[in-house]
């Protein structure tokens, strides 16, 4: 009778066990040190040797020439445990096994000595299914089990197992397993199964696992089945239902492009080829992610499950990006998938998803906007650190601008909003302010001295004199405008205009802050 690949080349020694270093080698000093707890806690993702590991202890602590790290394999208890038929090794699917009658027949088996070998291992597989009641009645059991007795608990949810449980356990966390391991474990199967798999296959089978090599060998299983002896890219592909770079490439043109309407036309091709658009959406927002990671980090980053030809590819693509637009285009694409669960209209969902897509990109951010509305300004001129002269690299920025920036610079908001209607000055030494304000400007004079300093490393003689507007004026108020001759002097601003020629929009209401 056939065996499925993942079942067949199931690891029967540490050493076959894919990635879990830390588990391995704490599990062998364990046993060669001869302090083997009473109770283990195996947690992590489906598909990452848990219960083969747990499998595998209960073989190095029943073998003939055990406890031993290196099960001999050949004797009686190596063979059963192995095929699963040995009678005192225990596994139990909590999945179904999970009440409190369950759990009270285990506690009454634990009390019988092994039928013959040296311990009597129970392994529970999804233990977190198991109720609070059960595992109450289980817990002086596992608490202080007779010394023939190991508990191992396989669980994808560890935090689902009662505190009072874990903390009687020893607790090991499994890891995901590397892209690359999964790649070279399914290489090494298919070279003794006689498969011919090119690279690009392989990778599309090590992804459809996620980290899990028990689905990607369940994968490669159906691969072959449908592929024979030779592995077709193409083929496994459109087995898995996944979607090649070329089709999600499509995507990355037409946003380099700005085209809405090719978005569209693919939204097209995809219902008339029957693909799942929530599928399509989740494949892109991996796509986009490794994109933005390749941005990031470049093209040999182990953060992109993917081959190096394709790790290329995808720094290639994503050279036309900023990171800024990438990551909007994650976030959109990931908000969009979201919106797809519950969408009765999935067509038009994602087809006004894609065109938000490209819009996106057609954004200018705020702070390049509010920059563009002064017009082009001179960089400001650089500073010598020992002399505090200014270098001939770039035309300086006026005075009053400088220390206005200073002034923000270091929190000192109220005075730079005084030196606004001033008249700023610069003579040999000396700092000249003449302003409508000069009594309340004297008081910040301290606030002047440190901006003063900051823009051209050494203090100046600062003279503040009364300017502009006579106390008379300044003392009674400003005749009231109409309301026609206010919006005529506000849109007459040049700073309004470029305001309004940048962002667009009308103005409905405008009033006057000195009333």
């Known amino acids: 009778m056939y065996q499925v690949i993942a079942r067949k080349y199931r690891p029967q020694s540490f050493a076959d066990v894919v990635n879990q270093e830390h588990v391995k080698t704490t599990l062998e ?18 598909g990452t040797g848990k219960t083969t590991l747990a499998r595998i202890l209960a073989r190095c602590l029943n073998c003939v020439q055990g406890p031993t790290n290196q099960p001999c394999g050949v004797c009686a208890s190596c063979v059963e445990i192995a095929s699963g038929g040995a009678m005192d090794v225990i596994e139990i699917d909590a999945a179904s096994n999970r009440g409190i009658n369950e759990m009270r027949e285990l506690r009454e088996n634990v009390r019988y000595r092994p039928a013959r070998d040296r311990y009597k291992v129970f392994i529970i597989d999804e233990a977190h299914q198991i109720t609070n009641e059960a595992f109450n009645a289980l817990l002086k ?15 994808t949810e560890a935090h689902k197992i009662p505190t009072t449980i874990a903390s009687r356990c020893q607790h090991f966390s499994f890891r995901s397993i590397d892209f690359e391991e999964i790649v070279s474990r399914m290489e090494r199967i298919c070279r003794e199964e006689g498969i011919e798999a090119d690279q690009e296959a392989l990778a599309i089978l090590a992804q459809a696992g996620e980290g899990s090599l028990r689905d990607s060998l369940s994968a490669l299983d159906q691969a072959i089945a449908r592929c024979g002896a030779k592995l077709n890219s193409a083929e496994v592909r459109s087995l898995l239902g996944a979607f090649s770079l070329d089709s999600l490439e499509q995507v990355a043109q037409a946003l380099v492009d700005g085209a809405p309407g090719r978005m569209l036309e693919i939204v097209d091709d995809l219902e008339r080829n029957g693909h799942n658009v929530q599928h399509f959406t989740r494949e892109l927002a991996r796509y986009i992610r490794n994109l933005l990671v390749a941005k990031i980090a470049g093209s040999d980053t182990r953060l992109i499950a993917a081959s190096p030809a394709q790790r290329q590819r995808l720094a290639n693509i994503a050279a036309q990006f900023s990171e800024e637009d990438l990551t909007r285009y994650l976030q959109l694409t990931l908000d969009l998938f979201r919106d797809l ?16 897509l490209v819009h996106a990109g057609k954004l200018t951010s705020i702070e390049q906007a509010l920059a563009n509305l002064g017009g082009p300004q001179p960089p400001p001129k650089a500073i010598s650190a020992r002399s505090g002269a200014p270098s001939s690299e770039a035309p300086p920025l006026p005075v009053k601008q400088r220390l206005h920036a200073a002034l923000v610079e270091l929190g000192m ?5 005084l030196i606004e209607d001033s008249e700023v000055t610069e003579a040999t030494g000396e700092l000249q302010f003449v302003t409508p304000q000069a009594p309340l400007l004297k008081m910040e004079t301290e606030n002047l001295n440190q901006a003063v300093r900051k823009i051209i490393g050494k203090p100046l003689k600062i003279k503040i004199t009364a300017g502009g507007a006579s106390a008379a004026e300044a003392e009674s108020p400003e005749p009231k405008m109409q309301p026609d001759e206010l919006s005529a002097r506000a849109l007459s601003n040049p700073e309004v205009q470029k305001f309004r020629e940048v962002f667009g929009g009308d103005v409905r209401h405008i009033r006057s802050l000195k009333e």
Do not use: M
């Open 413 to 417: 908001r109220h005075t730079a909003d």
């Open 141 to 155: 059991t596992i608490e202080e089990p007779p010394p023939w007795v190991v508990f191992v608990l396989c669980t």
């Open 29 to 46: 000093n364990a046993i060669a040190q001869n302090r083997i707890a009473h109770g283990y806690i195996f947690s992590g993702q489906r």
């Open 341 to 356: 669960q519950q969408s009765l209209q999935p067509r038009f969902h994602l087809e006004i998803g894609l065109v938000k």
